[in-house]
């Protein structure tokens, strides 16, 4: 990827022209990782916005998004190719049939016709034309074997396919890789991308980011739900909203055609915040009925919550 960044603020603002408000830090990142064609290693707790980066850069680079969601039980086969065994028995039976020669039909069934491509092989081959961007998303839920094996792929950007030789990418992929940090990814991997922790984000930004995203907001609507999450965020729960769980809110209440935040409405739409029943429960039964804790929420001046 070529001419695209000349300026770690050039950055700032086309990411803000795609409505991603990032902080200079993450554009210093982006801006090298483009500059030295070196993957991203972002980290941080979920719906902080690390998937959203690889989006965004796609849009901004016009070109295509490939995304690999890991899971437990990922393998290479699942992550690079696999053949279309039906279709290769059923293209078999066809061409004997016909009696074709037997070299011919095995050269005919492992082409590229017959290969089913998973998204680093996808990523490989696209990048012939113009270099994607390839998303390695919540890689901390694979196993350890894919980290090796990621290792391979991130270091040449070639595979090798026995029936059809080695395939190398002709431009590198902008490669961004997440995690959430459910368990500790290895450093070897690391050591290969440039490395960026996502936190929560301040008051300021979340106010910028919620009015980004959602313009038709009232602003101090918007001041209201951003105090609240950052309030909430405060408390020890099991696991405490992000960005993406305030947008979610913001939009649901302005769903209910709410203009202000009051104590009915915050109860009933709990479930767009929290995520677990523990939470939830010690949210009611605890922080909610402690007055004190109340008061910090709901203040008495026009019943703003949350902006302390």
Known sequence: MTGQFETIDQVVEQLASAR????????????????????????????????????????????????????????????????????????????????????EIERAIYSSKFLIRRPLLEAIMNAEEKAPVLLIDEVDRSDEEFEAFLLEVLSDFQITIPEMGTLKAENKPMVVVTSNRTRDVHDALKRRCLYHWIDYPSFDKEYRIIMTKLP?????????????????????????????????????????????????????????ILKYQEDIKRFREEIWSDADRHAGYISESGGRIGCR
């Not at 064609?37 to 901004?60: C, D, H, N, S």
């Not at 105090?227 to 649901?252: T, V, Y």
């Not at 209440?253 to 203009?259: G, V």
């Open 20 to 103: 991603y408000i990032a902080d200079r830090a993450l554009a210093t990142v982006l801006f090298l990782a483009h500059r030295l064609e070196k993957p991203i290693f972002l980290e941080g707790e979920p719906g902080v916005g690390k998937t959203e980066v690889a989006i965004v850069m796609a849009q901004l680079f016009n070109t295509n998004l490939i995304r690999l969601q890991c899971y437990e039980g990922l393998d290479a086969t699942t992550s690079l190719y696999e053949w279309n065994y039906p279709k290769q028995l059923l293209h078999i039976r066809l061409e004997e049939k016909g009696n074709r020669d037997r070299g």
């Open 216 to 272: 038709d907001i009232e602003t101090e609507f918007a001041k209201q739900i951003t105090g609240f999450m950052q309030s909430i965020r405060n408390e020890d729960l099991l696991k405490k909203p992000g960005i993406s769980e305030s947008l979610d809110w913001a939009r649901a209440l302005m769903a209910l055609h709410r203009r202000q935040l009051d104590e009915s409405v915050v109860l009933e739409t709990l479930g767009c």
